[in-house]
């Protein structure tokens, strides 16, 4: 029981911060922190209510072993260190437990960079994390612990996270319809300005100057520090960011990286959408000399596959 207890005081401490971080800004960190801690509790909890009475509650344990119980061997938990995120993860996979991973990625994301990286700790900024990790609590609590999230609370915790999630989303939406009326080279940018993140403060409420219009054209603004961004500021750490995944398989696995360099100006240049994300210009994909396709790292401004290229310059 005591797990339990100690994921909801870690949240609702949370709660203090954030409120607290209107005018102390340090809180911020702490709230990111202890929003966090309070959601890995809360997966710890019920690993630990799964874990069966003689075993030293052994599926939150690091470390297990085989001991002889009443002439059974029972694989038991060896000391007190408990599992950490990868582990709880690839414990919640092999029990056929879901959760949003990718939630609480981003949750993890942020605090990692707010105690690390953001310059900016602004109040406003955390309202994103806390309203993912609400959705991440609540659905957890009624799913998996089979609780009513509001008696599990409390109400005054569970007040606050249903305020700040309908304010953040209301925010959210506004933000990214305001993006979707600009014109963007392609719809993948539009994605990806629609999930990039200010580097100064990590809120994700970026709105542009104006409505309609060419968005290469436009600024955009950060709804939360205020910080203003050109299109080009934004376009080359939205897109990397955006394939952050894909770029990571093609450089593990082999196969081609889903960005090349563009050819005409140096920018992210969208392969697979023959597109530059930084220009708007699209190279040749088909060499003009030999008709055979030219791989991403070697799209040129002349059309030819890097083979002919050589062959042809050798000519001169
Ligand atoms: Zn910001
Ligand atoms: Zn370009
Ligand atoms: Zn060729």
């Known amino acids: 029981m005591s797990i339990l207890k100690n994921a909801v005081d870690s949240i609702a401490l949370g709660l203090e911060d954030y409120e607290a971080s209107e005018s ?11 929003i966090y801690a309070g959601i890995l509790l809360l997966f710890k909890y019920k690993l630990s209510s799964l874990s069966d009475p003689n075993t030293d509650e052994a599926l939150i344990k690091e470390k297990v072993q085989p001991k002889v119980v009443d002439n059974k061997i029972l694989w038991v938990g060896k000391g007190k260190k408990t599992v950490d995120y990868q ?3 690839d ?5 056929d437990i879901k959760v949003d991973w990718d939630r609480i990625n981003k949750i993890n994301d942020y605090r990692n960079n707010v105690e690390h990286y953001f310059s900016n700790l602004e109040h406003k900024a955390i309202q994103g994390l ?3 990790s609400f ?3 609540r659905d957890f609590i009624a799913e998996e612990l089979q609780a009513d999230p509001k008696e599990c609370l409390g109400s005054d915790a569970w007040s606050i996270l249903v305020e700040v999630h309908e304010v953040y989303e209301k ?11 600009l014109d963007f080279f392609s719809d993948t940018i539009l994605d990806a300005f629609v999930s990039y993140s200010c580097d100064g403060c990590g809120s994700d409420l970026i709105y542009p100057s104006h409505l309609n219009g060419d968005a290469i054209d436009s600024e955009f603004f950060c709804k939360s520090c205020e910080t203003e961004f050109s299109y080009e500021e934004i376009v080359r750490p939205a897109i990397a960011d ?8 093609a450089m593990t696995d082999g196969g081609d990286s889903p960005i090349a360099d563009c050819p005409f100006c140096g920018g992210a240049y969208l392969y697979e959408e023959k597109i530059c994300a930084e220009c708007g210009e699209s190279a040749a994909h088909e060499c003009g000399f030999c008709g055979s396709e030219i791989i991403p790292g070697e799209l040129s401004d002349e059309g030819l596959c890097g083979y002919c290229s050589h062959v042809l310059s050798k000519d001169d």
Not at 242 to 249: L, M, N, Q, T
């Open 242 to 249: 955006y394939f952050e995944y894909d770029a990571y398989v």
């Open 135 to 137: 959705l991440i609590i």
């Open 87 to 89: 582990s709880i993860k």
């Open 91 to 95: 414990r919640f996979d092999s029990l």
């Open 24 to 34: 102390d800004e340090r809180r911020v960190v702490s709230c990111a922190r202890n």
């Open 171 to 181: 925010e959210k939406a506004d933000c990214v319809s305001s993006i979707e009326s």
């Open 130 to 132: 806390i309203s993912n």
